[in-house]
């Protein structure tokens, strides 16, 4: 069935620093993403929404400059923490949107972010 | 704005019971309901889903009714098994058409099940 991948499932890195989650559908194309997070006991919050070729639409109070979203084909879908914090570890998981058939939502294994 | 809540978990239960998570939705319109499953280690998957009033969506042994009349959306297994432990996403989708804003999803805070042999 269809798959979609993200990496790394697991990062940690310095505050300050910048660090990139990929979102990859392994055998259909999806032109339209979605990046959700999840603090611990907490619902998925849809973050923004991914559109191929196009810019982001994101959610009220989601910061765009500090989370970057780039859509630049089919297959890929990236989210760029700028200048992470303490405050932005968390639970990140992307969903992928089928172009045929139903239309279905294929969710990523989720990325777990920690900031030291 | 749309929201959902289900019960609070853990939920540990043992082989073979009966097993009930309660959901409760807010939305305008006629949204479409959807319940996903998270195994440990592995993505969301799609468990089972309602798209109107009355539906009931079934997968695996586990059911779930859409009710308007109480906003409801209960998932439901006559008896568990080990394999069943997981988390239990509950969702609603108001959107509908083409388009992929259509397809956002507000999901519930989630339900960790845990079934012992």
């Known amino acids: 069935g269809a798959v979609v991948s993200q990496h790394p499932s697991r990062v940690i890195c310095k505050s300050g620093t910048s660090v990139k989650i990929e979102c990859r559908s392994l055998d259909f194309q999806a032109t339209t993403m979605f990046w959700y997070r999840q603090f611990p006991k907490q619902s998925l919050m849809l973050m923004a929404t991914?559109?191929?070729?196009?810019?982001?639409?994101?959610e009220q109070g989601v910061e765009k400059d500090k989370f970057l979203i780039n859509h630049a084909s089919l297959t890929l879908s990236t989210l760029t923490v700028t200048s992470a914090h303490p405050e932005d570890s968390s639970f990140y998981i992307c969903?992928?949107?089928?172009?045929?058939?139903?239309?279905?939502?294929?969710f990523g294994e989720g990325s777990w972010l920690t900031v030291v | 704005g749309d929201s959902v809540t289900q019960m609070e978990g853990p939920v540990t239960l043992s082989e073979e019971a009966f097993l009930t998570i309660n959901c409760t939705y807010t939305a305008t319109g006629y949204p479409s309901l959807f319940w996903y499953v998270q195994y440990p280690g592995e993505g969301l998957q799609l468990l089972l889903k309602a798209t109107k009033a009355d539906d009931k969506g079934s997968n695996k042994g586990f059911e779930a009714t859409y009710r308007k009349e109480t906003t409801s959306f209960h998932l439901e297994k006559g008896s568990v098994q080990v394999s069943d432990s997981a988390v239990y996403f509950c969702a609603l989708r108001r959107g509908t058409g083409p388009g992929g804003s259509n397809y956002k999803l507000t999901f519930g805070k989630g339900t960790l099940l845990t079934v012992n042999p």
């Open positions: 991914s559109n191929e070729g196009s810019k982001a639409t994101y």
């Open positions: 969903s992928a949107l089928t172009r045929t058939g139903e239309n279905t939502i294929y």
